[in-house]
């Protein structure tokens, strides 16, 4: 099999220079296009690949800068070389500000001008193939630590993933049930199919069935189009039923059907549809207490819990507590650059373990992006800032004070104090709004209403 020719244009006024070039570059085994201004390069370049440009500075019309630039501002990052007959360091400079490979002076010699495109293209497989590999690379977060604890769990999903068993997840909110998930799911043979996600605490017992299964045209009022649920959409690859234990009794008896059967029926249907997908559970309820009160089906537990998996809170494995913190600042410092400086001292990550982190992981991602807000002056996170922020409520405290101080509308302080309340209790509870509602003592549907009402998103 023949290697893919490298397709070049050459863009110039000149006839004769396109003329020679093109001669040059073919005897070479190039593919060549030539077009005579920087407008057709553009518009031949919209509609064709090309693996590197020849671009001439001084045309009529639009010339070769101008040119270049439309092309960066296109998204085109081929590589450019400019040639031209008056060149000067000025005008090179500036051409390779603007993002040029090569400047070439007319007439050009001829191993310059082979040199000059060999390093070119090379420098572009190097970038291909750097896209590619960067691709393929896993994109989820790493379990940090290297507590007992997480070592099992790491050892476990190693031996759990090529497998198709399912597993339930148990744990805390926060732990980081949806990261040994998604672990799980690129470690194993299904790896390149999708990695579906259902948070089932947040989906109306109503639309459940809708949202799981799909529905068919005219199903039910508002049902203006055909649907697909979450099962089909996990074909092939893994289904993540999150905070499974909040789904109501109906809703389990139809998730336990489709999978002894791997069949669904769409909503308004009557057709059975196969799916070949691997499921896996999470939970922070002790499902066996909630199948004593009569709230999970016992048939849908040990369906989903082949394998379990439990994912220990930070304060039973303080010795990950470090390792998290300074990843959490490191992945802000890669977000935003006023965090560059920041850094914790080791009386602050001590400091940081003395704590029992009732949100775990969530809360001290939350913690240290506050703490590094509030560093010292010379950046450092020391004892003294974890301890002022951490083991108090200075910070709401001042805020509903500064509050009182500037209003006199009792209306506007209740207000914020509720958002700030309900926010923090929506944080704690890993915005579960099921287990937020029971937590604080007021109905699943007066949450909704609130942050409606408020503006509160995740």
């Given amino acids: 099999m023949s290697e893919k020719k490298a397709h070049i244009l050459v863009t110039d006024d000149e006839r004769a220079i396109r003329n020679t070039l093109e001669e040059i570059l073919q005897f070479e085994n190039y593919k060549v296009s030539t077009v005579d201004s920087g407008q057709a390069a553009l518009d031949f370049i919209s509609e064709n690949p090309i693996d590197l440009m020849f671009l001439d500075i001084k045309m009529q019309g639009m010339d070769g800068l101008e040119t270049l630039k439309k092309l960066r501002e296109a998204g085109h990052e081929i590589p450019v070389i400019m040639i031209s007959g008056h060149g000067t360091i000025e005008i090179a400079v500036e051409a390779t500000k603007m993002g040029a490979y090569d400047f070439l002076e007319k007439p050009p010699d001829l191993n310059r001008l082979l040199i000059a495109v060999r390093n070119a293209l090379s420098q572009e497989n190097l970038k291909k193939e750097y896209k590619q590999i960067k691709k393929k690379l896993p994109k989820i977060q790493e379990i940090i630590g290297e507590s007992k604890a997480i070592s099992k769990i790491k050892s476990l999903i190693e031996k759990v993933a090529p497998t198709q068993s399912r597993v339930l997840i148990t744990g805390e909110n926060g732990t980081g049930k949806e990261l040994v998930a998604k672990w799980i799911h690129e470690k194993s043979p299904r790896n390149s199919g999708p990695f579906v996600e259902v948070n089932c605490a947040a989906i109306p017992t109503?639309?459940?069935?809708?949202?799981?299964?799909?529905?068919e045209e005219g199903a039910f009022t508002g049902a203006s189009s055909q649907r697909v649920g979450k099962f089909e959409q996990a074909d092939g690859g893994t289904l993540f039923l999150d905070e499974i234990g909040d789904m109501s009794l109906e809703a389990q008896s139809k998730v336990l059907r489709a999978l002894q059967?791997?069949?669904?029926?769409?909503?308004?249907?009557?057709?059975?549809?196969?799916?070949?997908?691997?499921i896996l559970a999470a939970t922070n309820k002790d499902l066996e207490s909630e199948i004593k009160e009569g709230n999970f089906r016992e048939d849908l537990f040990h369906r989903i819990s082949v394998i379990p998996i439990k994912v220990p809170p930070l304060r039973d494995r303080k010795e990950d507590i470090p390792p998290i913190a300074k990843a959490c600042l490191k992945n802000l410092q890669e977000r935003d650059i006023s965090f560059s400086s920041v850094s914790f001292s080791k009386d602050g990550?001590?400091?940081?373990?003395?704590?029992?982190?009732?949100g775990n992981v969530r809360e001290l991602q939350n913690a240290v992006e506050r703490l590094g807000i509030m560093a010292g002056d010379d950046g450092v996170i020391d004892q003294d800032i974890v301890e002022d922020i951490l083991t108090s409520r200075r910070i709401e405290t001042n805020n509903l004070e500064k509050l009182a101080d500037k209003t006199n509308d009792f209306q506007e302080f209740k207000e914020t104090a509720e958002r700030l309340f309900l926010v923090k209790q929506l944080e704690k509870n890993e915005w579960n709004i099921s287990q937020t509602a029971e937590s604080v003592g007021i109905q699943r549907s007066h949450i909704y209403n609130k942050m409606k009402k408020y503006n509160i998103e995740r």
């Fill in 206 to 215: 109503e639309l459940l069935e809708s949202e799981m299964f799909g529905h």
């Fill in 261 to 278: 059967e791997s069949t669904i029926t769409r909503v308004g249907g009557s057709e059975s549809i196969s799916v070949d997908v691997r």
């Fill in 349 to 358: 990550l001590k400091a940081l373990q003395k704590k029992e982190w009732s």
